[in-house]
């Protein structure tokens, strides 16, 4: 992977090797910090959540959606430094949650005013929650929160004519609609873009997903992390993905 001439795959190379060896300067150190400050006041809270959006009767406290649903904290100082690294203009989110991995995003792109994250959430609470962190990180106008059912709001993604060079894909861990999100947002990408995909060995249908995206044809480079997955996509591309497989976490 070292000898991969591609600019992408070496961002996301340092990206990896920073995190592994613990290696931040004092503005990384600091924005990890705040952020995980602000999953330890939500670890918390005990106001309860409603998913009654998806047709389920339950509730969560924000402690127990935190500790149990939010992106760990080696994983988020991994896209932070990969959005960091790859100097990521317009990202995309599917899974808000308590907006967590959207802090981590944010803060690494602080000094690019004219980054915007958009980011997609069904439940209404968290969307809220979230709207006011971020809004204590940066302007308004530097993130988007999408709410309501993905099969509403979706639709509406691929018609904003933003394009998008770092996408994290983190919300339905289903292989219908991990491999609908992939197949429709690849055809709205700048030349080479970046999919991030959360979970791809949670089930044998993640799994599936995953290896269908390793192998379609736009991929030029796919990275096996074990709990994620990179690909790297350029619509032009015509030959044969190569892989690369590297271990941070569980």
Same mark, same amino acid.
């Given at each position: 992977?070292k000898?991969?001439? %591609?600019?992408?795959?070496?961002? /996301?190379?340092?990206?990896?090797?920073?995190v592994?060896? %613990?290696? @931040?300067?004092?503005?990384?150190k600091?924005?990890f910090?705040r952020?995980?400050? @602000?999953?330890?006041?939500l670890?918390?809270?005990?106001? =309860?959540?409603? #998913?009654e959006?998806?047709?389920?009767?339950?509730e969560?406290?924000?402690?127990?959606?935190?500790s149990?649903a939010?992106?760990?904290?080696?994983?988020? &100082?991994?896209? +932070?430094? *990969?959005? =960091?690294?790859?100097?990521?203009?317009?990202? !995309?989110?599917?899974?808000?949650?308590?907006g967590?991995s959207?802090? @981590?995003?944010?803060?690494?792109?602080?000094?690019?005013? =004219?980054? =915007? $994250?958009?980011?997609?959430?069904?439940?209404?609470?968290?969307?809220?929650?979230?709207?006011?962190r971020?809004?204590?990180?940066?302007? $308004?106008?530097?993130?988007? /929160?999408?709410?309501? $059912? @993905? &099969?509403?709001?979706?639709?509406?993604?691929?018609?904003?004519?933003? !394009?998008?060079?770092?996408?994290?894909?983190?919300? %339905?861990?289903? &292989?219908?609609?991990? *491999?609908e +999100?992939?197949?429709? !947002?690849?055809e709205?990408t700048?030349?080479?873009?970046?999919f991030?995909?959360?979970?791809?060995?949670w089930?044998?249908?993640?799994?599936?997903a995953?290896?269908?995206? &390793?192998?379609?044809?736009?991929?030029? #480079?796919?990275?096996? !992390?074990?709990?994620l997955? /990179?690909? /790297?996509?350029n619509?032009?591309n015509?030959?044969?993905?190569?892989?690369?497989?590297l271990?941070?976490s569980?």
């Amino acid at each position: 992977m070292k000898k991969c001439p %591609n600019q992408t795959v070496q961002n /996301i190379l340092k990206a990896f090797l920073a995190v592994r060896s %613990n290696t @931040y300067n004092q503005d990384d150190k600091e924005a990890f910090e705040r952020c995980e400050n @602000y999953r330890n006041a939500l670890l918390k809270r005990s106001e =309860k959540v409603s #998913f009654e959006i998806f047709g389920l009767d339950d509730e969560k406290t924000m402690g127990e959606i935190c500790s149990k649903a939010a992106s760990p904290k080696i994983w988020c &100082q991994f896209l +932070y430094m *990969l959005a =960091k690294k790859s100097a990521s203009q317009n990202m !995309l989110e599917i899974g808000t949650n308590l907006g967590i991995s959207g802090s @981590y995003l944010l803060e690494a792109t602080a000094h690019n005013h =004219k980054s =915007k $994250l958009i980011t997609m959430e069904g439940v209404s609470q968290l969307c809220n929650i979230s709207s006011r962190r971020f809004s204590e990180i940066t302007n $308004l106008d530097r993130f988007e /929160i999408v709410e309501g $059912l @993905y &099969q509403d709001t979706f639709p509406k993604i691929l018609k904003n004519p933003v !394009l998008f060079d770092m996408h994290f894909i983190d919300g %339905n861990h289903q &292989q219908e609609a991990t *491999l609908e +999100y992939f197949m429709k !947002l690849k055809e709205k990408t700048r030349q080479q873009t970046v999919f991030v995909f959360d979970d791809i060995n949670w089930s044998k249908g993640m799994k599936k997903a995953w290896k269908t995206i &390793q192998n379609d044809k736009s991929v030029l #480079f796919s990275i096996d !992390l074990w709990k994620l997955g /990179i690909v /790297i996509t350029n619509p032009s591309n015509a030959g044969k993905p190569t892989g690369f497989k590297l271990f941070l976490s569980f």
